[in-house]
Every structure is written in structure tokens, then in C-alpha cells.
């Protein structure tokens, strides 16, 4: 999701503009929003496994604080444990089980 604000502020804005990119925290329901400059946003994904977390949103077992701003904060994932925390997302089991096909 924050792929295609990303493109679409390069398309439209400036590198320093601040945009709103979505919290990528372990949460599946989590909806905050965190306002980085696209610049900003570049140089954390410019490191495969750093994201961009609304601040407080860091799971500690997992997630490894590396930077801290007043209204952000950037993580890094073990590797594994991002793999385990994706199959264990009830979500996606749920939404499969419970669509039914047209007959
Ligand atoms: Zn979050």
C-alpha cells in the first residue's frame, strides 16, 4: 500500500515533501498513519527489512528500534520471525474459508 503512495508522490511531489504513509507494525487492524517526508520514507526502505511504525507501535519481540522521531519511528524485522508473525496472520485463513463461489 505505501508502493503506491510512494509512486504516485513522486509523480505528483517533490522528494521533500511530507506525505502520509500507513503504519506497517505487526498489527493486521492497525490503521494509523505516520507523516514522513518521501525522502525519509526512501532511505528506510532503502533497507529490506526497515519499516516505518506509528510511534509506540513496535513489537519488541520482533521488531528492533533503530530510529526514533516524535511522530515516527523506524524498526527492523528479524527475518524469521517476520516469516512466522505472516503465517500465523489469522486473517488470511479466515477470508478464504468463509468466501463461498457463485453457483
Ligand atoms: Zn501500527
Known amino acids: 500500500m505505501n508502493e503506491a ?3 504516485q508522490a513522486l509523480r505528483f ?3 521533500d515533501d511530507e506525505y502520509e504513509f500507513v503504519c506497517e507494525c ?3 487492524e492497525c490503521v494509523e498513519r505516520v507523516t514522513l517526508t518521501l525522502r525519509q520514507y526512501e532511505q528506510v526502505r532503502a533497507e529490506g527489512a ?3 511504525l506509528a510511534p509506540g507501535h513496535a513489537d519488541p519481540e ?3 528500534v533503530v530510529h526514533r522521531a516524535p511522530d515516527h519511528q523506524v524498526v527492523e524485522k ?3 520471525a517476520g516469516i512466522i508473525a505472516e503465517q500465523e496472520d489469522p486473517r488470511s485463513a ?3 474459508s468463509d468466501f463461498e463461489p457463485e453457483a
Open 13 to 15: 511531489g517533490g522528494i
Open 26 to 28: 505487526s498489527s493486521a
Open 50 to 52: 526497515r519499516f516505518v
Open 62 to 64: 520482533v521488531e528492533l
Open 78 to 80: 528479524d527475518g524469521a
Open 94 to 96: 479466515e477470508t478464504a
Open 5 to 7: 503512495i510512494e509512486q
